[in-house]
């Protein structure tokens, strides 16, 4: 049984930084695109970043990609999401996921086959 369980999210103040973590469970995953999407009240889904089975090819979206890092540890099975200089347009429900079809990429919320509970990230300005 997959499972995935985020954790790290918290209420911080704009220009703070928070560390996110999913662990994994279930399943081999060193094969697999994990990703981050989130989620704010009355939005869509909305892609964040991945990383690729090695960890070679991290993608992430404009309005992210000079102030998160995506990372990730194949041999603990948990995939990391280092948030830097937060903004509140940052603030929501952050989610990841797993692409279960091995050694592909992909930014689309609907080609992951697995996610987890959702940790919540909130910030004031």
């Known amino acids: 049984q997959v499972q995935l369980v985020e954790s790290g999210g918290g209420s911080v103040q704009a220009g703070d930084s928070l560390r996110l973590s999913c662990a994994a469970s279930g399943g081999a995953f060193s094969s697999y695109t994990m990703g981050w999407f989130r989620q704010a009240p009355g939005k869509e889904r909305e892609f964040v970043a991945y990383?690729?089975?090695?960890?070679?090819?991290?993608v992430y979206r404009d309005s992210v990609k000079d102030r998160f890092t995506i990372s990730r540890d194949n041999a603990k099975n948990i995939v990391y999401l280092q948030m830097n200089s937060l903004k509140p347009e940052d603030t929501a429900v952050y989610y990841c996921?797993?692409?279960?079809?091995?050694?592909?990429?992909?930014?689309?919320?609907?080609?992951?086959?697995?996610w987890g509970q959702g940790t919540q990230v909130t910030v004031s300005s």
């Open positions: 990383i690729s089975w090695t960890g070679g090819t991290r």
């Open positions: 996921a797993v692409r279960s079809v091995p050694l592909r990429l992909g930014t689309d919320p609907n080609d992951y086959n697995y």
